[in-house]
């Protein structure tokens, strides 16, 4: 076994995921909830950049309707966010199952 060697190989995945995770935060995902009346786009990083809402679902006196909505599609839009960032990592890790807390 060839520590160095294994060593630069680390190295050399780091670097890579760490491009990944930039690129990532640079594409983002499109969900819609409600039927379409809730848009919300995240980033592969799983920040919410934009929330969109029809104003056909904007009723003072069901507020609480309008936040399960807006919880909804946000939920959606971190979760397709996420996914994306695990799709594109495991590309670059081979499915390795680096453990949490890497870093990565």
């Known amino acids: 076994?060839?520590?160095?060697?294994?060593?630069?190989?680390?190295?050399?995945?780091?670097?890579?995921?760490?491009?990944?995770?930039?690129?990532?935060?640079?594409?983002?995902?499109?969900?819609?909830?409600?039927?379409?009346?809730?848009?919300?786009?995240?980033?592969?990083?799983?920040?919410?950049?934009?929330?969109?809402?029809?104003p056909s679902v904007v009723d003072p006196g069901d507020v609480e309707f309008l936040q399960s909505l807006v919880l909804s599609a946000v939920q959606q839009g971190i979760e397709s966010g996420r996914a994306l960032a695990a799709e594109e990592m495991s590309k670059i890790t081979g499915g390795m199952g680096l453990p949490p807390g890497m870093g990565f």
């Open 1 to 54: 076994m060839d520590i160095a060697k294994m060593m630069k190989q680390a190295q050399q995945m780091q670097g890579k995921l760490q491009a990944a995770q930039a690129e990532l935060a640079k594409r983002t995902v499109e969900v819609t909830a409600a039927g379409g009346k809730v848009t919300v786009v995240a980033t592969g990083g799983g920040d919410v950049v934009s929330l969109k809402i029809d």
